[in-house]
């Protein structure tokens, strides 16, 4: 499996996979999966399509703002449409988008057969995707979410927000908390404890890092928004009165809660962004990573220092000079480790011989974005700055270029790296370039512009603005821009669907890249490696010498078994999310049949047995 | 660990480590922010109920100290049941892991017993801060409780029918691990709910 330096030769490109078979199966089969790969590419489509659901959500707040006093949609609906916009984008586009990519690369580039847990991985995938779909069922009853999508207390008590709007988006997040949490303890044992031989830590692929300091900021940062979230289900519906300021309650209680998990949160969004970005640059570039342990422990300082600035997002509201200084110092400190690593993805790519391929020029777009993001950012770590900025537009521009020039640039970059593995085909790489030039003019157009409305004074969340006070222009500079993106996701869709008919084979490396998820077809076999690999380099398949062990499919040997396909899994989603349609409705009968499908999918999968 | 047999001699793992034994640790990681965001929300609303009953007028520091033994003894029958799988005891595992979980009962019978006495005494969910601090923390302490109690009968249940050995003994420690980590929970309430008051 040495690289040879050429390209990888049309020969073994040609060559029909031996697994073109890998996705057979009805739908019973997919429903019953536990295959780690399956499981990836539901989460993958799921996540895309509530990404196109967001981002018309976007475009529809977009035309409304296009000119001065819009009548498209009301402010009712405006609220609901900037609500779930941002509840969807965070918790349904971007989150299980990195999930589909936790799921299907880290197995492979560790070496392993599947996660440590099959099924809980399901289950997984279930919560979240039938979570998805409660808390987006509000549209069809009484209307969705209308507070913003971080819910601040008390405009979410019910004397100001009555009805069960508020509840969706409560029992909604409860529900899918459920399925990060899981998500992320498989993920943790499962780098920590499937590794193959050889794999000590400093040798895991940076994606691998990234996801398991992500996992670890789920499993920490996810309690506090569960326990903020059971104070206001409580408030709702049972009347107590933890954020009513009348009888003692504290309204701040609810932004403490939601920060501190809110801001490892947007570290949760980032770090698997800048993991795939350290995967791609060192490919295109031809040379390892530079400078690996920095890129590898700034990571996790960025994760530990994400849990110490949550009160950056709250300095409008008074904490005091000690607190607000404390926290500006923290939040510049952050600086430190993100330009740690861009100076090492630069470093990387100096003296390198460049590539620009589609994923490349993703992962550099990704950078050159995340710098004007990462720059407003440490603008808003001042407090005294801060408090020009708050809920202007200055802020939405900056979120946006944080996530979207920044994340989902670099998931792109993942995708056009990617998918070649996952379906086997390659995508086109015109289309991509033009995907990629359109989508990079196109942000900067739709975002840009939002600074300097900001600036000019523009509130954020107000659905419209009166004319002669300097918005017109810029505003329909940004709403040209936004259908330009619109229109930019189709190239990628229409490439997307192109490419699994009529794709060029993308062979086993068709990036000639070191790791361990190249060794083996694409689409890879159901049981990945037929034997482990053993590694003794950060870079196995670009090692000079021979001792690593990357032994690919010998057909001689026989399959390894694999686990059993299991339905419990998405018979306990189904119960957690019948207990929450029981909650939603304050219907005992639905709480106690949800209750009862939980425990008979949770006896089912104790007592199942997992090889036959 | 050392104890499993060629039974359920696992596949390869990097650290030699049983992975549901990797998953319990990292799942109580998880449960002690949960219980960490619960311990600061009833800190934060210490005092600060504007109408009564106000916790010292309810807490009754004896009884609690008395089901706070109760628990703790669990833990002690715990490890019994746990080395008594281990060492291939089925009799004794059976005796011990029963007693656990009635042990269990008793603590949370004493607590079923104290709620309604508050409320019957006027303090519901409704009543003041200290009312809904309180309930919702104990009362998440309790239902963790009641899992560990209906995991242990379930384990009890399956001794009983021979489907629990010794080859068994990581079950029993995994269980163990929840049910040693909800006891330290109550420490950590019993201290700074009722001896702090």
């Known amino acids: 499996m040495a690289v040879t330096g050429a390209l990888a030769s049309d020969a073994a490109r040609a060559e029909k996979s031996p697994h073109r078979g890998a996705y057979s199966g009805g739908l019973w089969s997919w429903i019953t999966t536990v295959d780690h790969k399956r499981i990836g590419i539901m989460y993958a489509l799921s996540a895309f399509f509530f990404f196109l659901v967001g981002g018309l959500e976007a475009l529809l707040i977009r035309i409304q703002l296009a000119g001065p006093n819009g009548t498209v949609i009301d402010a009712d609906l405006y609220n609901q449409l900037f609500t779930m916009h941002g509840t969807t984008m965070v918790f349904l586009a971007i989150m299980p988008l990195s999930a589909a990519f936790f799921n299907f690369i880290v197995p492979l580039q560790i070496g392993a057969r599947d996660v440590a847990f099959p099924r809980l991985n399901a289950l997984s995938f279930w919560v979240f995707f039938l979570g998805a779909l409660f808390l987006n069922a509000s549209f069809l009853f009484g209307g969705a979410p209308d507070a913003g999508w971080f819910g601040y207390a008390n405009l979410t008590s019910s004397q100001y927000s009555p009805g069960i709007r508020i509840d ?41 890092w990234m996801t398991l300091v992500t996992s670890f900021l789920l499993v920490m940062a996810f309690p506090a928004i569960t326990v903020g ?76 220092l994400g849990f110490g600035v949550w ?67 440490i603008m808003h770590s001042s407090a005294a700055s801060d408090l020009q900025q708050t809920d202007t537009y200055f802020v939405v521009a900056h979120i946006h270029y944080v996530l979207f020039g920044g994340v989902i640039f670099a998931l792109f970059a993942a995708l056009y790296y990617w998918i070649p593995k996952i379906t086997g085909r390659l995508l086109h790489e015109g289309l991509g370039k033009i995907h990629f030039w359109v989508m990079l003019i196109a942000f900067n157009l739709t975002f840009f512009p939002q600074h300097f409305l900001g600036l000019h004074g523009m509130p954020r969340r107000t659905f419209t603005y009166q004319e002669g006070l300097g918005f017109e222009a810029m505003n329909l500079m940004s709403t040209v ?19 699994i008919r009529k794709g060029e084979p993308a062979g086993t490396d068709p990036w000639e890249a070191a790791t361990l998820e190249w060794s083996i077809s694409s689409p890879p076999p159901h049981y990945n490696f037929r034997s482990l690999p053993e590694v003794h380099s950060r870079d196995p398949l670009w090692a000079v010498d021979t001792s690593d062990s990357v032994p690919g499919d010998d057909p001689a040997r026989p399959e390894p078994h694999m686990p059993s396909p299991s339905y419990y899994p998405v018979v306990l989603a189904l119960g957690i999310v019948g207990l929450a349609a029981g909650g939603l409705t304050q219907a005992l009968p639905v709480v106690f049949l949800g209750v009862a499908v939980m425990l008979f999918g949770i006896y089912g999968w104790a007592f199942e047995p997992l090889e036959r | 660990m050392s104890q499993s047999t060629a039974a359920t001699a696992e596949h390869y793992t990097s650290t030699g480590l049983p992975s549901r034994k990797i998953l319990m640790w990292t799942f109580i990681g998880s449960e002690c922010m949960l219980f960490g ?50 060492r291939g005891d089925m009799k004794w595992g059976k005796v011990w892991l029963l007693m656990t979980a009635l042990l269990g009962i008793v603590f949370l019978s004493g607590q079923i017993y104290e709620f309604s006495h508050f409320v019957h005494e006027g303090l519901t969910l409704k009543t003041n801060l200290f009312g809904g601090s309180f309930f919702l923390l104990t009362g998440t302490h309790g239902a963790h409780v009641t899992v560990g109690v209906i995991w242990l009968l379930s384990l009890f249940g399956m001794a009983t029918r021979g489907r629990l050995t010794q080859a068994d003994a990581e079950t029993v420690e995994i269980a163990g691990l929840y049910w040693h980590f909800v006891d330290v929970v109550w420490i950590v309430l019993f201290t700074v709910i009722y001896l702090l008051v």
């Open chain 1, 229 to 304: 979230l059971v104070l206001l289900m409580f408030d709702r519906m049972f009347g107590t009165l933890f954020f009513n300021p009348a009888a003692g309650g504290d309204v701040l209680l609810w932004q403490h809660l939601f920060w501190i998990f809110g801001h490892p949160e947007v570290y949760i969004l980032l770090l698997p962004a800048l993991g795939a970005v350290s995967e791609i640059v060192p490919v295109f570039s031809r040379k390892p990573l530079f400078g690996y342990p920095f890129v590898v422990y700034s990571g996790v300082l960025i994760a530990f």
């Open chain 2, 37 to 86: 965001s619960l311990l600061i929300t009833y800190l934060v609303y210490k005092g600060k109920s504007v109408v009564g009953p106000y916790p010292e007028e309810l807490l009754n520091i004896p009884f609690i100290t008395v089901t706070t033994f109760v628990l703790l003894m669990s833990s002690l029958m715990m490890v019994l049941a746990l080395a008594a799988v281990q």
């Open chain 1, 311 to 377: 009160a950056h997002h709250m300095f409008s509201v008074g904490l005091g000079p000690i607190a607000n200084t404390v926290f500006s110092a923290a939040t510049m400190l952050i600086a430190i480790p993100t330009g740690v690593k861009i100076f090492n993805w630069i470093a990387t790519m100096w003296g390198g011989s460049l590539r620009f391929r589609t994923p490349m020029l993703f992962a550099i777009g990704f950078i050159a974005m995340f710098i004007i993001g990462g720059l407003s950012g």
């Open chain 1, 481 to 499: 821009g936004s259908l330009l993106l619109g229109a930019s996701t189709l190239i990628f869709l229409w490439n997307f669907i192109r490419s």
């Open chain 1, 168 to 208: 969706f988006w409560v029992i909604g997040l409860l529900v899918l908390g459920v399925s990060s949490i899981a998500a992320a303890l498989n993920f943790i044992v499962t780098i920590i404890n499937l590794r193959c031989p050889g794999m000590t830590p400093m040798r895991m692929p940076l994606f691998t």
